[in-house]
């Protein structure tokens, strides 16, 4: 089995007990003991949304939860505004479009986070927004979005709030009765630290009222039938659920309420701080603005004629670790490491120091120990 440490914005490593939980025989996914495990999951899901409102799980990957929020509550010719300064940002446009939806682009440099005031603007200047999207932590560029303040002009305007936690929630605040967020969504294998393939929705009761108003268009994503089976009890899920992925999403959650989501985003932050300084102290630049530098990835330019080939696949085969590239218009420009999930200071000092080894190998000019050094000082200042 590959054992490389895995240094990617998702999927994330997951813990031996998540692992074993997923060994499990499979059970009746409509009956009582199942529907124990749904209760258990979703009530631990919304907890980790913070939000009083019920969450419901999809068989999928995150996008398909993005799909699920917009194919609800946006009928044809809909205008919606889509916050866009990174490929996941694109991605809920795609699916504005897709839905026959009209998007209205807010386009936010890559490398820059939203300015609220320019959300504001476009709600006064345009009429009928239905709703407006926004990536939180948006992975293909390490820029984390400020969604409390987008959501404090939302509290202004009827357009319901859309927001793609998928790479934040678990690892960031999120709080999304606390933020006014009417529809958020995650995925598993990010932040949360559970296999990939569930996607978690959750929405407010204005997001019902549109969903009920909604002539959707889809069949397996119609969240009127997740509320149906969801608020059920026992609680149930319309269609045969990955019940092996459900287990795992049980134990990862509970993982996460063991260590407690205050202190876990505590332990995002330091990660993220202690790669910024690592890459920092070896003379590497940052590619997201640092006010809105991500908690989960940190995205570094590529030193002066290296090329990604190189830098990853010196990482890759030589020492084991593995990186994520650019997309996009940053391929070859950025590589993005990711530090979320379970990632402590073991996997950071580790990174860092193969890192000072391959630029080292490479012909760079870098001291070994700086970037380490850095790395534990940012550590022991805690
Ligand atoms: C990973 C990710 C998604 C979902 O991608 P899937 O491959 O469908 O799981 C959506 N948004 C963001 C910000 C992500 O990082």
Not at 83 to 106: A, C, D, Y
Not at 187 to 198: D, M
Not at 320 to 349: C, P, S
Not at 364 to 378: M, N
């Amino acid at each position: 089995m590959d054992e490389t440490l895995l240094m990617i914005p998702g999927p994330t490593r997951v813990a031996p007990r998540v692992l074993k939980a997923m060994s499990e025989n499979i059970i009746n996914h409509r009956s009582a003991l199942f529907g124990e495990i749904l209760t258990e999951t979703n009530q631990m899901m919304s907890e980790v949304f913070q939000t009083e409102n019920q969450s419901y799980l999809i068989t999928g990957s995150g996008t398909a939860a993005m799909e699920a929020a917009l194919a609800n509550t946006i009928s044809k010719g809909d205008r919606v505004l889509n916050i866009v300064g990174g490929k996941f940002g694109q991605r809920f446009m795609q699916i504005t479009e897709t839905h026959k939806g009209i998007p209205v682009q807010l386009e936010v440099e890559w490398g820059h986070g939203v300015n609220p005031d320019d959300v504001r603007y476009i709600l006064e200047e345009e009429e009928d927004i239905k709703a407006v999207t926004i990536v939180h932590n948006e992975t293909s560029t390490g820029v984390t979005n400020p969604i409390d303040e987008v959501g404090k002009i939302m509290q202004d305007y009827d357009a319901l709030y859309i927001v793609d936690t998928v790479s934040s929630l678990g690892g960031d605040d999120v709080f999304v009765d606390g933020y006014g967020i009417d529809i958020c969504v995650t995925g598993s294998q990010k932040c949360l630290a559970a296999p990939p393939g569930i996607a978690a929705i959750t929405l407010s009761d204005d997001a019902w009222d549109v969903v009920d108003k909604t002539d959707n268009q889809t069949y397996y994503l119609n969240l009127k039938k997740y509320k149906k089976s969801g608020d059920a009890t026992p609680p149930e899920t319309p269609y045969t659920p990955a019940v092996s992925l459900i287990y795992a999403m049980q134990e990862a959650l509970r993982v996460i309420m063991e260590e407690g989501l205050e202190e876990r985003v505590l332990r995002h932050k330091l990660a993220a701080k202690a790669t910024q300084n690592g890459v920092t102290a070896l003379g590497l630049e940052l590619f997201a603005q640092k006010e809105v530098s991500s908690n989960t990835v940190t995205s570094v330019r590529m030193p002066e004629g290296i090329t990604d080939k190189e830098l990853r696949g010196t990482m890759r085969e030589r020492y084991r670790i593995e990186l994520a590239g650019g997309q996009d218009h940053l391929k070859g420009n950025v590589f993005r490491v990711g530090h979320m999930g379970n990632i402590t200071h073991r996997e950071i000092i580790s990174t860092i120091a193969a890192l000072e080894m391959t630029m080292q190998g490479l012909g760079l000019d870098v001291e070994i120990g700086e970037g380490v050094a850095a790395v534990a000082d940012t550590y022991l200042a805690e």
